[in-house]
């Protein structure tokens, strides 16, 4: 088979994995090598990096050849469909040159499960190693350590990747079980818990011994498909919170399912993708890890999921009328954080500006504050923001209003946090 049609094969093979990202690495330029990770073609996936850059990697499967029957996968055993393998140098030399016509910055390398998941680490090893090796690449790379994998083969892949990360793909063992029947959950954990303990692991050795190698720099993340089983928005924000607790993963993925298989077990194939749900989901996930909220402060049993008309911090405002308003010349930094319209960035301003004296609605603009949503919650020198007094219905009545203006259509693509930031 032509490099062309397998690169078509395997290109398309890997859009369903959402988990990529190249925030975190920090590979400086070495003399002799080629690649720096602090610096539309078919393959490459624009991400971003932890300061905001948008980065463009060349995103594809080491093969689409799978041993597995997972029932939600386009890619399983049992499905119809064109099967490619790359060759190790193949992917090596076409890494580098998509690099060298400036297509990519980076690798994304995930792969089916050919034979085992041993074997298909070797493969990726093997690959990676002629990348970094003879081919000198420092730029990022992100690989996905299988699930089964032993603890050996993942230390190697860890030294050559900047970023390793483990799917879980289902949010519970049941939903494992009826339809990926070849993976567990210890299976899964069991690498995500080594990367983890290697991860800090290395960080030590770092700071005894700068030459030391280094174990995936940019730590870990995963992926939860979203849609594809019944599991509620609280059943996967308390597993998200667990993760990063837990494993210390940088980041967390949802994918809104998107139906391309028929099975009795999944969603018809004339089921839209839930990208709204998911994009609910990617904005609780900021509030756990960048505003200081809890998973159970954002969904109970009485709430098992997210209303799809608000976004989770202005539902969390409404449900607490007892916390507002807050005084913007008073409040601290976490009090702040929890006003709907002001973000991280926006209170670290207000906190700085209000020493200069007091602060007015209209500084607050100037500020970054989206005014839409904050004038109902705060008070500036003891009077309300809002011009008009409003019940608790009014006030979300209006923030319904504004949300349907912010959302994009219903045939938009598949959302994304840096569409439109959390405030």
């Known amino acids: 088979m032509e490099l062309l049609s397998k690169l078509t094969i395997l290109a398309d093979a890997a859009k369903y994995d959402a988990a990529c ?35 463009t990697l060349l995103k594809v499967l080491l093969s689409n050849d799978c041993s597995y029957d997972c029932k939600y996968c386009v890619n399983r055993r049992t499905n119809d469909t064109p099967r490619a393998t790359f060759d190790a140098r193949e992917l090596a030399e076409l890494t580098v040159g998509f690099y060298r016509r400036n297509y990519i910055e980076g ?109 995936a720099p940019a730590g870990q993340s995963t992926q939860l498909i979203v849609g594809a089983t019944r599991e509620s928005d609280r059943h996967i924000l308390n597993l998200t919170e667990s993760l990063y607790s837990k494993y210390h993963l940088k980041r967390v993925f949802y994918s809104a399912y998107v139906p391309v298989v028929e099975n009795t077990l999944l969603p018809s194939l004339d089921t839209k993708p839930p990208l709204l749900r998911e994009h609910r989901l990617y904005q609780a996930d900021w509030l756990l890890r960048f505003y200081g909220f809890r998973a159970s402060e954002l969904l109970d049993e009485s709430q098992p999921d997210f209303d799809p008309r608000l976004d989770p911090k202005c539902c969390w405002a409404l449900r607490h009328p007892d916390f507002f308003p807050v005084e913007v010349g008073k409040a601290d930094y976490e009090a702040l954080l929890r006003v709907p319209g002001i973000g991280v960035l926006s209170a ?43 019940s608790l219905a009014g006030v979300a009545s209006n923030l319904m209003a504004v949300e349907r203006l912010l959302l994009p259509q219903e045939e938009g693509e598949q959302l994304s946090l840096f569409d439109r930031a959390v405030s």
């Open 348 to 390: 670290k301003r207000i906190l700085i500006a209000r020493r200069a004296g007091p602060l007015h609605a209209e500084d607050l603009r100037k500020l970054g504050v989206v005014m839409k949503r904050a004038q109902y919650f705060l008070t500036c020198q003891g009077r309300l923001a809002s011009p008009l007094r409003l």
């Open 21 to 55: 990202t190249s925030s975190g690495a920090r590979r400086g330029h070495r003399d002799g090598m080629i690649g720096c990770t602090s610096s539309s073609v078919m393959g490459c996936c624009h991400t971003f990096s932890a300061d905001g850059r948008c980065v």
């Open 107 to 215: 690798l994304f390398l995930s792969s089916a499960v050919i034979g085992s998941p041993d074997r298909t680490t070797e493969l990726m090893i093997r690959a990676l190693s002629l990348l970094r090796g003879e081919y000198r690449f420092n730029g990022y790379i992100h690989a996905k350590a299988i699930p089964g994998t032993s603890a050996e083969l993942v230390t190697r892949l860890g030294l050559l990747a900047d970023r390793l990360s483990v799917n879980i793909e289902l949010p519970s063992e049941a939903s494992l079980k009826s339809l990926a029947p070849n993976k567990t959950k210890g299976a899964i954990l069991t690498p995500m818990r080594q990367i983890r303990d290697q991860v800090i692991e290395s960080k030590a050795e770092l700071v005894k011994y700068r030459s030391a190698p280094r174990f």
